[in-house]
């Protein structure tokens, strides 16, 4: 099969949908011929004209909020934002508007909008551009989110995402933007709510999403040279989240190991440890354990900012330590 | 008063839509002090004309956004008194099923794309319709309702940033009544109101709110233009409201006196005004305007013995409307 960068997966997708559905336009800032700052929308505005991709001033209240009234009146806005950490700016108009307008209209009103934005740090850029914040979108029920994990899931989720009649926020990991995966040819969509096991294993769960994924593979790769056989999960959306392939996988193995870039405390990390205890506990031979985003801003120096996110040895000695039954006891 | 319109039976709407406003507002307010209604709410008693003025003007198929204070837009856009007075007690026959309340009512199938309660909050909904609008190519107009104390929110300058660079048909009218909450308009805008909008290269009017015959007029007019691309604009519209801020606002010495109230009420009352020009013009007399009142008020009070006699939403609703296509989200 093919192989295609992250960034292109993205762009194809973007063409596909509005090549199928003429209501779907995009917008945000520099997104016609700049084709944004990572270069992922480049060619779009000559294929489909400035009407249909179109730059915005600087300002993602606005343009969110605007996206909210389309969506609710017949075509189909996809919004880029520049970046993850500009969430803060667009709370009001993504969560108290898009977010409730279906549910507050008893049902009458829909919102099929999808807002593109980005997660992940080590781009040494610092702490307002290095956040993860999928989470603090996750709490709020009306929204769907989804995490493609590379190209494949890039491609497939953002289509879905165009058609879904919900407001939808798609993270995309700008530290892959450039790595190539295989991605068909041929038109495929992946369902919301359909986690993908990468690797089965009987010893340990390792639950990891978007840029996490690649980290709890290769965590896998250095536990099997130990003979501890990890099973991988990617969620691909943690709304809705595939809870059944996450508690079946941990029934089988025991114990659970879950690795996501947002801040550890509160987060999705919480979210899935949790379920697990309630749902699972009595499968369990160990505590289940997580791995977030240290709870600092994201610092700048390079000597810093590797020290806030988890790497595969962390992770497979934790979960090694899972499976020697030493974490009993953990402080 | 200026002559917007030459033909009796609209004159006659006219009216009768201001009566039926007042007459929601003052049988919601007896609910409120009799401990029938859940919750609180905002009154738009004193400002009819602008709403009716405005809407008289749209088709249904045009939209509106409103505010906390949106029964008299609801009203003004063509909705019916059983499913409103439905909507503030929580019922399920209300237009959003119980689930918006006062504060989110809307008559959807009208083209109210909703009541909000952030201040400021549908700007953005309402420019984005417009920006729908203008790229179907159907020849829509959007009208924005927002108080005074809104337009200290910076995303009116986004929006109105964008809609006049994309020449977007949305009108922005300014309900302007005196105040915000309990603070008097000069206390919290800076400037001239309009004067904002023209920065921006706006075509900016104010008017008296109180003239249901010259707001027509003016929205006819503008309306118009929008239809031709001439769009956006912004209308000042002066007016005030009777209540308090809310219906629990009843002390109010202290921001606002009783004698500004009540020479507001003796001889600014949009409805008695309209009443006088339309005897004085032989359109009515007495005895119709009479007939209105009685027929409208009896009205309200069977629709308000309907909706308290009509049942709450069954519990299982709680989680329907959360997403589209999903029944129950927690199922
Ligand atoms: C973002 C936001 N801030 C504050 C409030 C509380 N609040 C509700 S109505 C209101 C005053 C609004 O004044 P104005 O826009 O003039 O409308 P009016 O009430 O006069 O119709 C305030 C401050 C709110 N609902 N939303
Ligand atoms: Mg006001």
Known sequence: MREITLSQAVNEAIAEEMRRDETVFLMGEDVAEAGTPFKITSGLVEEFGTSRVIDTPISEPGFVGLAVGAAMTGTRPLVDLMFGDFLFLVMDQLCNQAAKTHYMSGGKLKVPMVLRTNLGATRRSAAQHSQSLHALVAHIPGLRVALPSSAYEAKGLLKTAIRDDNPVVIFEDKLMYQDKAPVPEEEYLLPFGQANILREGRDVTLIGTSSMVQVCLKAAGLLEAQGISAEVIDPRTIVPLDEATILDSVRKTSRAVVVDEGHRSYGVTAEIAARISEKAFYHLDAPVLRFGAMDVPVPFSPALEDLTVATPDQVAEAAARLCRGEMFHAA | ?331
Not at chain 2, 43 to 70: F, K, N, W
Request: contains cysteine; charged residues 25%.
């Open chain 2, 1 to 331: 008063m200026a002559k917007a319109k030459t033909n009796t039976d609209d004159y006659l709407r006219m009216y009768r839509q201001m009566v039926r406003i007042r007459a929601f507002e003052d049988q919601a307010n007896q609910l409120y002090l009799s401990a029938k209604m859940p919750g609180l709410t905002h009154m738009y008693s004193g400002q009819e004309a602008v709403a009716v003025g405005i809407c008289e003007a749209l088709t249904p198929q045009d939209h509106i956004t409103s505010t906390h204070r949106g029964h008299g837009h609801c009203v003004a856009k063509g909705a019916e008194f059983k499913p409103m007075f439905c909507e503030l007690l929580g019922k399920a026959e209300g237009y959003c099923r119980g689930k918006g309340g006062s504060m989110h009512i809307a008559d959807q199938s009208n083209g109210n794309l909703g009541a909000n309660a952030i201040v400021g909050g549908s700007m953005g909904i309402a420019t984005g319709a417009a920006l729908s609008h203008k790229m179907l190519g159907d020849g829509q107009v959007t009208v924005c309702f927002f108080g005074d104390g809104a337009t200290a929110q910076g995303l009116w300058y986004e929006v109105m940033n964008m809609a006049a660079l994309w020449k977007l048909p949305v009108i922005y009218a300014c309900e302007n009544n005196g105040y915000s909450e309990y603070t008097r308009t000069e206390e919290i805008a800076a400037g001239s109101i309009t004067a904002r909008a023209e920065a921006f290269g706006i075509e900016s009017f104010s008017i008296d709110g109180q003239d249901v015959l010259a707001v027509n007029r003016l929205a006819q007019d503008l309306v118009a233009r929008c239809r031709k691309g001439e769009g956006p604009f912004f209308i000042e519209l002066k007016t005030y409201r009777y209540h308090g801020h809310h219906v629990g606002d009843i002390n109010r010495d202290y921001y606002r006196s009783k004698e500004e109230e009540a020479e507001w009420k003796k001889s600014r009352d949009p409805i008695t005004g309209f009443g006088t020009w339309l005897q004085s013009e032989g359109i009515v007399s007495s005895d119709d305007l009479v007939a209105i009142n009685d027929e409208v008020r009896a009205d309200a009070e069977a629709a308000v013995k309907y909706a308290l006699d009509s049942a709450y939403p069954d519990g299982s609703e709680v989680d329907m409307h959360v997403y589209s296509d999903t029944e129950h989200a927690l199922a």
